[in-house]
């Protein structure tokens, strides 16, 4: 159950070997079984799950199952962000703690649409701000290598969820590399698609312009599956880019031949382990070994990705937060004014690297300092996206480290915001940039922990990205061990 994909669940509905609900009760038992021990989920929604799966096994039964959606009796999670129509939602906030959406986000009401089979909510960083699960009001979430260790952040309970076999895919969103970080750290597949390949409608907002909704999966052709069903335009998101659904399978089996692939000769070294070094070159030296042709590229502004992200996404955070005032939805808490209750609602509801994020956004886009924090970080956005355009004139896809390091031990950054922050220093230039990037196991640490090897593309060329990160999983091979669960 560790290594459970999609593409073998839907392979074995179509042989009849299995029904819907078999699967749906493996899911839930699994959950039983090792939640306990990793804390991937906020909330399972057991009934529910089951009534729909039971409800599939009268169609299929019927005969009817090829007709009903391509991911037909697969079961999946959703990270607690993503709004879910009757079922609690609560971006991991007590602000939200309560909250049960009246809509679903789109990207649910088409996995329900294609069969899917939502089975619970996953755990992240309150409202999606974290490189390590550990800024949840609710509950730490664990890594499934190592409990001592973090599974990444902020969607670090769906990648926990799909690294531990509780289910087969989960969906996560990526603001500043919060798919691709955890996907490295816990040996799974995570893909960011282009910003705008998939509507952000139901997303509770963290940064409007960064967010971008992806997969969790074991396999990239599974993560090309789920693309299929979760991209295209959607009129309820202003945001949603009007290009035609691909079908991302379609280019898995070419192989490397003839892709260029890039290395960023000036790529931050501070801090990047050895082991991931060593693990991104092998994986490189084995592409180039399957036909790729490998070119260095330059990417000058990279260096100060991190200094702009963290100017535009708590500016953009400060905005987006302030809806939450103890007046229209969420946590409102006993005033006698109305200054009062803003005051308690939001210092009550908020954990502290939420407060930390609104002021530092709150300060960029004050009086008097709005140009020389906020318009400067927009202007480097610009030139960080301008060295991708010139790099991608030279190479297909670039090759870089996900993360500077293998996962690392619950509590060793927390009291150091800095350090956290730099934890995405390889990630956060494909968000300010808009570019699809995906994040690939390529090897072990010493420790026992996996390591991630990230591959980013032009602006939806996800079928050329998807292509060369299968074709590097077919040449690397089985090397990355299921987790052995301890206790």
Excluded at 330 to 339: E, I, S, V, W, Y
Aim: with cysteine; aromatic share 8%.
């Amino acid at each position: 159950m560790s290594r459970w994909t999609v593409k073998e669940t839907l392979a074995s509905l179509q042989r009849r070997e299995s029904k819907p609900s078999e699967w749906t009760k493996r899911a839930l038992d699994r959950i039983r079984e090792a939640d306990q021990r990793i804390g991937a989920f906020l909330s399972v929604d057991e009934e529910r799950a089951l009534t729909a799966a039971r409800q599939m096994d009268e169609v299929f039964e019927d005969g009817g199952a090829q007709a009903q959606g391509a991911l037909f009796g697969v079961p999946y999670a959703l990270k607690d962000n993503l709004c879910t129509r009757g079922l609690r939602t609560t971006a991991a906030s007590r602000i939200l703690e309560n909250y049960i959406p009246p809509y679903s986000a789109t990207v649910a009401d088409k996995l329900a649409a294609a069969g899917g089979v939502l089975v619970g909510k996953t755990n992240l960083d309150e409202f999606a701000m974290g490189s390590s699960t550990e800024n949840s009001a609710f509950q730490l979430t664990r890594n499934p290598y190592r409990l001592e260790a973090v599974p990444g952040g902020s969607s670090g309970g769906s990648a926990a969820a799909v690294a531990a076999g509780m289910v087969p895919f989960s969906l996560g969103s990526d603001t500043g590399g919060s798919i691709r970080q955890p996907a490295a750290f816990c040996g799974v597949v995570g893909l960011k698609p282009t910003y705008g390949r998939v509507s952000r409608y139901g997303l509770i907002a963290f940064a409007s312009s960064l967010d971008q909704i992806g997969p969790f999966t074991q396999t990239v052709e599974d993560a090309a599956l789920v693309m299929n069903i979760i991209s295209g335009h959607d009129p309820l998101d202003s945001t949603s880019a009007p290009v035609e659904v691909e079908d991302f399978t379609a280019d898995l089996a070419k192989g490397l031949a003839g892709l260029r692939i890039g290395i960023v000769r000036d790529i931050p070294q501070e801090g990047l382990d050895s082991q991931v070094r060593e693990a991104v070159e092998k994986a490189v030296e084995a592409m180039r070994g399957a036909g790729a042709e490998v070119v260095e590229v330059e990417l000058p502004h990279s260096q100060y990705a991190v200094a702009t992200y963290y100017l535009i996404a708590p500016a953009e955070a400060s905005s987006n937060l302030a809806r939450y005032d103890g007046v229209r939805y969420g946590r409102r808490a006993d005033a006698d004014t109305l200054l009062e209750l803003y005051e308690r609602s939001r210092s009550e509801g908020f954990g502290l690297e939420v407060k930390r994020r609104i002021m530092i956004g709150t300060f960029a886009l004050s009086s008097g300092y709005y140009d020389a924090y906020y318009r400067r970080a927009q202007q480097m956005r610009t030139l960080i996206r301008d060295d991708f355009n010139r790099a991608f004139e030279r190479c297909d896809v670039i090759v870089m480290p996900t993360t500077p390091t293998p996962a690392f031990d619950i509590g060793a950054k927390t009291a150091d915001p800095l350090q956290m922050y730099l934890n995405d220093i390889y990630t956060i230039p494909a968000n300010l940039a808009g570019l699809p990037g995906i994040s690939v196991p390529c090897g072990m640490s010493a420790e026992g922990l996996p390591i991630g090897l990230q591959m980013l593309a032009k602006a939806f060329d996800e079928r050329t990205l998807l292509r060369a990160a299968h074709a590097y999983e077919q040449i690397r091979g089985d090397v990355i061990p299921a987790p052995v669960l301890e206790g």
